[in-house]
């Protein structure tokens, strides 16, 4: 069934019973892009970072982080924790970071897939959450690995409600969120709407804390004036 055939109201109203909410972020800004709202609306929320390793070649220096600044890797990966942090105090969350090295540094970064979804399984056990908000994986190969690693874990472990949330910038491009929901939909998973009513006046505060990776955007995404999208992730 498209997730555009799904009733609404099966998705509706949810958020007042989830006090404890993980979000799962594939890099050190993908999580206050994205859901910046949420964790507004839910002080006390918890970010956990998939990839924010240090290379052992911390001196390479990468065409991204070039353009957003940086003379290294190091030197790149140490702000952008510091951007992080100042991002979660921000939007009054707490932040968890699994040590995996982003693709840009990595020379098979799909080799890690099973590590992470274990890595990821152990967290979410440990932090006992009552909803978990994953990348929907769009375009991005580290969102994509994010977002089916995710998946993996929800198909084990059904006790929280499992949310997707648009990955910003990239669902901006034509078709690119319905090509995904075909893929889930392949895979026995329908994503229905999540009403969310959020307040998104703070969240422009939390973006900027990651200065570093707007200038590597040229500026800020341009949809991040639009509402923050949300899909209860269910069996089809």
Known sequence: MPASHFPAAAAREI???????????PHLDDAVL?????????????????????????????????????????EAMRERR???????ALVRGRGLA??????????CADACLPALTEA??????????????IPLGLLHADHVRVSDAGLMVRDAWR?????????????????IVQARFARLHGRGVIAAPADFALDTRAKPRAVAAYASQLKGLQRAPADLGREERYWHLVDG
């Open 15 to 25: 958020l007042p019973s989830m006090p404890r909410i993980v979000v799962v972020s």
């Open 34 to 74: 994205s859901c910046g709202a949420l964790l507004g609306a839910r002080p006390g929320s918890t970010v956990v970072t998939v990839y924010t390793g240090m290379p052992d070649a911390a001196h390479v220096l990468t065409d991204w982080d070039r353009r957003c600044g940086f003379g290294s890797a190091a």
């Open 82 to 88: 510091r951007e992080d942090a100042r991002a979660m």
């Open 98 to 107: 699994l040590g995996f090295l982003d693709s840009q540094y990595a020379a």
């Open 120 to 133: 990821l399984m152990r967290t979410l056990a440990e932090l006992r959450p009552d909803a978990v908000a």
């Open 159 to 175: 006790g929280p409600a499992w949310l997707a949330y648009e990955d910003v910038p990239y669902r901006c491009l034509p078709g």
